[in-house]
């Protein structure tokens, strides 16, 4: 298992913390019956456009179902009960989530719902007979979505002879799981509407040593076969370095190896040659390898996990050796990011001290608390006025799926 999911998994919880007028998150806060006029909380405006709480304090838009408390929208609570949630995929409406634990699943919630029971897209069980193997131990860790598929990587796999997969399942009804690919280590993966892109780490274990240190690339519609790997290093590819977290636009791959942002163009990744020039990116400033990325119409933005707990962004169209702006730092364990196009806000997560969290996109303002004591609150994604977020909680059917209006 990769060094940080290690860290992740063996965290201590963390008393909670809050921050003058931001969110307070509690048990008693999360919305569970829905929140808004049902329980008393805040009246909904009928026009989306604000909340009144009962403390007669007002909220600035509508909050979703969600209380309003001293001006503030609290979250609702999309499913309870999880073991360890901790990726997540929007398409439409429809969340998907793995659950980061020995013998977790995939799942499906719609983004509008309270409290749901999600529909299980694949299990252990089911997994295991796909590849054939009665011992296969199923860890869903990342997942994306686009209009026609889901993927994930399974970081559990077999310790010998040391593989782990990448599935993919067709969102249309009756859509079958199938075995995609076979990686080495944890990585993970992202998917347009035309590409599919991952990282294969380097381990000791792994079945088939050539494929590692790789960017993996393939089309969709199959009219480019095989895949595309190679070595990052700045010294021409003799220094490997283990890739880990991606991600994609409709024309650019984001990739974070070694203490780098680096950045592809996809027609740069050629299936006979690897990369055709070298990749533009952050310089060498970073401490540790990117954990999460996210984009908008202008910048790349990333989260530094360990150890130094910052939050950075990159231009999308920087040079080689671009020094990243730094958006945020000494955070306690930034892991999930997002961020809008037309907003101000980057948004990030910190699975230590439980909090969500926003910046400015400048870099010129202090990190606000949005929402506060979760516990290890994860990944994230969002649409044009909402954040979703994993909570992983234990990892014994104490963790989340929740939802709060963009402040």
């Known amino acids: 298992m990769d060094r940080r999911t290690k860290l992740l998994l063996a965290a201590s919880i963390l008393p909670a913390v809050f921050f003058g007028c931001s969110g307070q998150f509690t048990a008693a806060d999360s919305a569970a019956d829905g929140g808004g006029d049902a329980t008393g909380d805040g009246a909904v405006d009928a026009t ?19 209380a309003c408390v001293a001006g503030v929208c609290q979250p609702v609570v999309l499913a309870r009960g999880l073991n360890g949630p901790y990726g997540i995929a929007l398409r439409g409406s429809a969340l998907y989530v793995t659950e980061l634990v020995a013998h977790g699943r995939v799942l499906r919630l719609d983004k509008s719902g309270m409290n749901q029971t999600p529909t299980v897209l694949a299990t252990e ?10 011992t296969y131990l199923a860890k869903p860790f ?42 080495c280590a944890q990585a993970e993966v992202a998917v347009n509407d035309l590409t599919v892109v991952w990282a294969n780490q380097a381990t000791p274990g792994c079945s088939n040593p050539p494929e590692q240190n790789g960017l993996f690339r393939r089309e969709l519609n199959g009219t480019i076969s095989g895949k595309v790997t190679y070595s990052i290093g700045a010294d021409g590819g003799a220094q490997q370095i283990s890739p880990f977290a991606v991600g994609l636009t409709s024309d650019l791959v984001f990739v974070g190896a070694g203490n780098q942002l680096f950045i592809y163009g996809l027609a740069q990744l050629n299936d006979a040659l690897g990369p055709s020039h070298a990749p533009s990116g952050s310089s060498t400033v970073l401490t540790a390898a990117p954990y999460a990325i996210a984009s908008d119409f202008a910048n790349v933005v990333f989260t530094d996990y360990q150890p130094s707990g910052r939050v950075y962004s990159l231009p999308k169209n920087a040079g080689p050796n671009t020094a990243p702006l730094l958006l945020a730092k000494s955070q306690d364990g930034p892991l999930g990011i997002t961020t809008d196009d037309t907003g101000a806000y980057v948004y990030f997560t ?7 969290m926003r910046v400015t996109k400048d870099g010129l303002g202090t990190p606000e608390v949005v929402l506060s004591n979760l516990l290890h609150p994860s990944f994230l994604t969002s649409d044009a006025t909402t954040l979703f977020f994993t909570v992983f909680g234990t990892g014994q059917a104490d963790g989340m799926v929740m939802r709060v209006a963009k402040p």
Do not use: M
């Open 48 to 66: 989306g456009d604000a909340v009144v709480g009962t403390d007669g304090a007002t909220c600035a838009r509508d909050c979703q179902g969600g």
């Open 125 to 134: 069980a089911q997994l295991a007979q796909l590849v054939n193997s009665p």
């Open 142 to 183: 990342a997942i994306t979505a686009n209009d026609h598929d889901i993927f994930w990587s399974d970081v559990g796999g077999l310790a010998s002879p040391g593989f782990t997969k990448i599935f993919r399942l067709p969102t249309a009804q009756g859509g079958v799981v199938v075995p995609y690919y076979e990686i």
């Open 350 to 356: 910190n699975y230590g001290a439980g909090t969500l």
